[in-house]
């Protein structure tokens, strides 16, 4: 089973610009598996943000999906996020998780990281 | 897509069994088979529990079952341990505009 790690600044100001990166390990990007991205702001329960296949394919929350951008790094193992113009409801902890493709359940999680949106 | 229905909190004795529901609607729970559970304890990464409305992944107790019916989904734990004390979120796949919807948790305390 793969073992993901998220990374990234903890702190951005708002209007500002979300950016992690997860880290794939015991296995490879190139995978047939879908690398995504879920959050839960403090307190609360847990919002699907979106995913992307090593290929370049991504499917995005609707509600997020003009200020959302994934990539994949081939070379590196590892998947980004960025997520522009962030305002005090974007922080949250962002884990990201994997689901294999032709299945619909996320078997793997990292730890998660908190983003906090303040000046 | 609105985030699935569940109740707040449960709780029980141990030894007993509680179920949790999570309601959806014909366009995610309803239709289709695809509905996960997790477990999830505090300042911790979500824990996979049931996949696909039943299955449990290796290594899950037996003391957890998923069934459904219709629009509503329902996780049992059953023999209620300690250590079953966590929120618990449904997730399910929702089709191509928005692929995954989670609920809004339940928090299982133990009594």
């Known amino acids: 089973q793969v073992q993901l790690q998220e990374s990234g600044p903890g702190l951005v100001k708002p209007s500002g610009t979300l950016s992690l990166t997860c880290d794939v390990s015991a296995g490879s990007i190139t995978n047939s598996q879908w690398w995504t991205w879920v959050r839960q702001p403090p307190g609360k329960g847990l919002e699907w943000i979106g995913e992307?296949?090593?290929?370049?394919?991504?499917n995005y929350n609707p509600s997020l999906k003009s200020r959302i951008t994934m990539s994949v790094d081939m070379s590196k193992d590892h998947f980004s996020l960025r997520l522009t113009s962030v305002t005090a409801a974007d922080t949250a902890v962002y884990y990201c998780?994997?689901?294999?493709?032709?299945?619909?359940?996320?078997?793997?999680w990292g730890q998660g990281a908190l983003v906090t949106v303040s000046s | 897509q609105s985030a699935l229905t569940q109740p707040a909190s449960v709780s029980g004795s141990p030894g007993q069994s509680i179920t949790i529901s999570c309601t959806g609607t014909?366009?995610?729970?309803?239709?289709?088979?695809?509905v996960s559970w997790y477990q999830q304890y505090p300042g911790k990464a979500p824990k996979l529990m049931i996949y696909?409305?039943?299955k449990r992944p290796s290594g899950v107790s037996i003391r957890f079952s998923g069934t459904k019916s219709g629009n509503t989904a329902s996780l049992t734990i059953s023999g209620l341990q300690a250590e079953d004390e966590a929120h618990y979120y449904c997730?399910?796949?929702?089709?191509?505009?928005?692929?995954?919807?989670f609920g809004i948790g339940t928090t299982v305390t133990v009594l």
């Open positions: 997730c399910s796949y929702a089709g191509l505009t928005t692929p995954y919807v």
């Open positions: 998780a994997t689901h294999r493709d032709g299945y619909n359940f996320f078997d793997s």
């Open positions: 014909g366009n995610d729970v309803g239709a289709y088979n695809l």
């Open positions: 696909e409305v039943y």
């Open positions: 992307i296949y090593h290929r370049g394919h991504t």
